[in-house]
C-alpha cells in the first residue's frame, strides 16, 4: 500500500463504491484497488466525480461544478474522459457524461490508446499487485468459498464462437395456397461474424489497443500469442466516445472482419461484453482474448480467479479414429477442455467454452459445434494445476 493520507483514501474509497454501483458487477474495494486509483486520480477528479454522482450530466452542469472558466473546465472534462473516468453518450444530437464502472470500464480505456507513458506504466504495475494479491486467496478454504459463490446469478460476459461465418441462402418453394408472413423476427446474434455484420451496417466498430496486453507488455510478461497490438473491438454507440477522444480509431466491416480472421488463426477467443456488465443490455465490445495474457481467461489459466460465462456452443469430436495426434487443439484449447491419450484427443465436455478453436485448427476436421446456449462454470485451479 502507497501513502496516502487517511482522507485521500476515505475519498478514494467512496468514488471506487460509487463506480462499482455503475455495473451489475462490483470488485472487492481493497487497499490494492485503491492503489490503482492513486496512481490515475487527482484529487480534484475524485472531488468533483464524487459531486456530480452516478447520474448522466451535460457540460453546462459539469461546469457549474467545476468553478474554473469554461475552456479550463472543457479541459479538465476531456482529461476524465481520456482517462476513461467519464464515458461519453448522446442523445438526440447533444452530449452526456457519465461516471465510468471500474472493471470493465476505465481500467481499460485508460491503456486501450497504447501509450506508454510513466503513469500508465505505473498503473499497470499496480494492477499487476491487484491480480497477484486475488491469487492469494487460491488455498484452502479460501478457494472453496470462492468455487461456491461462482455461478450464481446471471453470466456478465458471452463467448461468441470463431465458427459459424454467415452465408445467405435461398430456397423457393411452391405453394398453391396463399401464405400469411409472419412478422420479422431479429434473432440474438451467436457468432462472431454476426456481430460484426449487426454493426458493421451502422458504421459502429472501432479498435483499441487491449488493456490485458498493455498490462502485460508494460509488466515484462508480453502476450506469447503475438497478437497485433490493437486487437479489441468496440461495438455499438461507444465507437463515437472512444473515437472522439482519441482512445481509438474507427475501422470498416470488411476491416474488422480481416482482423478476427487474423486473430482467429493465432488462436483468439471471442468474448463479448455488454453495457453494464448486463447480457441483457446492448454489446459494447469483442475481447479477441488468449489463454495467456487475458485478464479473465488468462487469470483462470493461472489460478488466480474462477471462470464464469455464457455460451452458445459446444465442442464434439466427430470421429476421432482420424485424429493424427497432431496436438495443435490441445495447444489453442483456452481451457485445456482437450488431452491426447495414447496419440488421440479427447474431450471433456464439461470444460468446453464453446469458442471454436478446435474446429478451427484441426487439419482432420474431426470436431463440430453444435448449437448448446448454456452456463459454463469452471471452479478455481489448484496452484499445481495452473497453466503458466
Same mark, same amino acid.
Given at each position: 500500500m502507497h501513502n496516502m493520507d487517511l482522507q485521500r483514501k476515505k475519498n478514494l474509497r467512496a468514488l471506487a463504491k460509487l463506480m462499482n454501483r455503475q455495473n451489475v458487477t462490483s470488485i472487492p474495494v481493497t487497499d490494492q484497488l485503491l492503489d490503482c486509483f492513486d496512481a490515475v486520480i487527482t484529487p480534484e477528479e475524485n472531488d468533483f466525480l464524487l459531486k456530480m454522482g452516478?447520474?448522466?450530466? /451535460? =457540460?453546462? &452542469?459539469?461546469?457549474? /461544478? *467545476? /468553478? %474554473?472558466? +469554461? #475552456? &479550463?473546465?472543457? #479541459? =479538465?472534462?476531456?482529461?476524465? %474522459? $481520456? $482517462?476513461?473516468? %467519464?464515458?461519453?453518450?448522446?442523445? #438526440?444530437?447533444?452530449?452526456? =457524461? @457519465?461516471?465510468?464502472?471500474i472493471l470493465v470500464g476505465w481500467f481499460e480505456i485508460f491503456l486501450s490508446d497504447g501509450q506508454e507513458t510513466r503513469d500508465k506504466k505505473e498503473f499497470a504495475r499496480r494492477v499487476d499487485k491487484l491480480f497477484n494479491f486475488w491469487g492469494q486467496f487460491n488455498r484452502f478454504p479460501l478457494r472453496n468459498i470462492l468455487n461456491m459463490r461462482t455461478g450464481k446469478g446471471t453470466p456478465h460476459k458471452q463467448i461468441y464462437s470463431a465458427t459459424g461465418k454467415p452465408q445467405k441462402k435461398s430456397v423457393t418453394v411452391q405453394l398453391n395456397r396463399n401464405v400469411e408472413a409472419s412478422d420479422t423476427c431479429i434473432y440474438p446474434a451467436k457468432t462472431v461474424f454476426e456481430l460484426i455484420e449487426k454493426y458493421g451496417g451502422s458504421n459502429d466498430i472501432a479498435v483499441v489497443h487491449c488493456f490485458c496486453r498493455q498490462w502485460r507488455k508494460m509488466?515484462?510478461?508480453?502476450?506469447?500469442?503475438?497478437?497485433?497490438? #490493437?486487437?479489441? +473491438?468496440? !461495438?455499438?454507440?461507444? *465507437? $463515437?466516445?472512444?473515437? /472522439?477522444?482519441? +482512445?481509438? @480509431?474507427? !475501422?470498416? &466491416?470488411?476491416?474488422?472482419?480481416?482482423?478476427?480472421?487474423?486473430l482467429q488463426h493465432k488462436g483468439a477467443v471471442h468474448q463479448v461484453f455488454h453495457e453494464r456488465e448486463d447480457i441483457n443490455l446492448p454489446e459494447i465490445a469483442i475481447c479477441n482474448c488468449c489463454w495467456d495474457c487475458c485478464g479473465i481467461l488468462g487469470s483462470y489459466n493461472r489460478g488466480v480467479l474462477p471462470f464464469f460465462v455464457k455460451s452458445h456452443f459446444i465442442a464434439e469430436i466427430v470421429d476421432s479414429s482420424i485424429c493424427n495426434g497432431c496436438g495443435k487443439c490441445v495447444k489453442y484449447c483456452p481451457v485445456r477442455a482437450l488431452t491426447l491419450k495414447n496419440g488421440t484427443v479427447e474431450l471433456n465436455q464439461k470444460l468446453c467454452i464453446g469458442c471454436g478453436q478446435c474446429e478451427l485448427k484441426c487439419p482432420q476436421q474431426i470436431f463440430s459445434l453444435r448449437n448448446d446456449e448454456r452456463d459454463v462454470i469452471l471452479p478455481l485451479l489448484k496452484k499445481y494445476q495452473a497453466r503458466l
Open positions: 452516478g447520474e448522466r450530466f /451535460n =457540460f453546462a &452542469q459539469a461546469c457549474a /461544478n *467545476t /468553478n %474554473l472558466p +469554461i #475552456e &479550463q473546465a472543457r #479541459e =479538465f472534462l476531456v482529461c476524465m %474522459l $481520456k $482517462k476513461g473516468l %467519464l464515458w461519453s453518450e448522446y442523445d #438526440e444530437g447533444a452530449e452526456y =457524461f @457519465r461516471l465510468a464502472p509488466v515484462d510478461e508480453p502476450c506469447s500469442f503475438d497478437y497485433p497490438a #490493437e486487437s479489441c +473491438i468496440v !461495438i455499438g454507440p461507444r *465507437t $463515437k466516445y472512444v473515437v /472522439n477522444y482519441g +482512445i481509438a @480509431r474507427y !475501422i470498416s &466491416q470488411s476491416e474488422s472482419l480481416e482482423l478476427i480472421e487474423l
